[in-house]
């Protein structure tokens, strides 16, 4: 079936430390890949997007590549902030459809 | 411009009472999704609207739930005879386009059933 699997947290971190939070996907065909960010107190925000194998999806300094080879779609940064205290969802559309079937979540604690 | 809004932001209900949850979501977006996040967990889809057209029910979880839209922009989700299990933050999201690709998300509802 359909699922998410993401690296248990809490992951907690110096300022500056790099990061890899894991994500790996079963689903049929190559859907599009999300990574998703929850801030204390706020709603889910798309982080970046993948739509194809290969791509890379980038954003604020967060990066994530489409490996359809290891059904993977990784989240790193190089070096992490106390603003990026939050908790990270993997997530993809079931099927091709609007059922976004989404990882527990990860969440990360950056120390200063 | 406007997010995606959701009200109550906290509720908290004895159980047996009814519910009643609010979305208010982008201004044209067609798509209106409802999700429940139990603690710890990710969201898990409940049910789609497609303007006013619920498209798919399939993830509410009893017939106590129930959602409508009925001039396709605001929706509201009511939960009838709560139950301690229904607790959980409720997500709404909303997208662009019939096709979908991103979904852009409210705040969330707390509901806590003692």
């Known amino acids: 079936g359909n699922s998410v699997t993401q690296m248990e947290g809490p992951v907690t971190l110096s300022e500056e430390a790099f990061l890899t939070i894991n994500c790996t996907y079963t689903?049929?065909?190559?859907?599009?890949l999300f990574w998703y960010v929850q801030y204390p107190g706020e709603g889910l925000q798309l982080l970046l997007k993948?739509?194809?194998?290969?791509d890379k999806g980038s954003n604020k300094g967060f990066e994530a590549t489409y490996r359809k080879e290891t059904t993977s779609f990784h989240l790193e940064k190089g070096s992490v902030q106390v603003s990026d205290s939050a908790v990270y969802f993997c997530?993809?559309?079931?099927?091709?459809?609007?059922?976004?079937?989404f990882g527990t979540g990860t969440r990360l604690k950056v120390l200063a | 411009g406007a997010g995606v809004s959701q009200s109550p932001r906290y509720k908290v209900a004895k159980r047996g009472q009814d519910v009643a949850l609010r979305c208010d979501p982008i201004?044209?977006?067609?798509?209106l999704f409802w999700y429940q996040q139990a603690l710890g967990q990710g969201p898990e889809f409940l049910t789609y609207?497609?303007?006013?057209?619920?498209?798919?029910k399939s993830g509410l979880p009893s017939d106590r739930f129930f959602a409508e839209r009925p001039e396709g922009s605001v929706s509201t989700l009511k939960i009838q005879r709560t139950q301690q299990e229904d607790s959980a933050v409720y997500l709404c999201?909303?997208?662009?386009?019939?096709?979908?690709?991103?979904?852009?998300f409210g705040p969330g509802t707390r509901l806590t059933v003692l």
């Open positions: 997530a993809y559309p079931s099927s091709g459809t609007y059922k976004y079937i």
């Open positions: 689903a049929t065909g190559y859907p599009s």
């Open positions: 999201a909303s997208s662009p386009l019939t096709i979908h690709n991103e979904q852009f």
């Open positions: 201004s044209g977006h067609v798509s």
């Open positions: 993948a739509t194809k194998a290969d």
């Open positions: 609207f497609q303007n006013e057209a619920q498209l798919d």
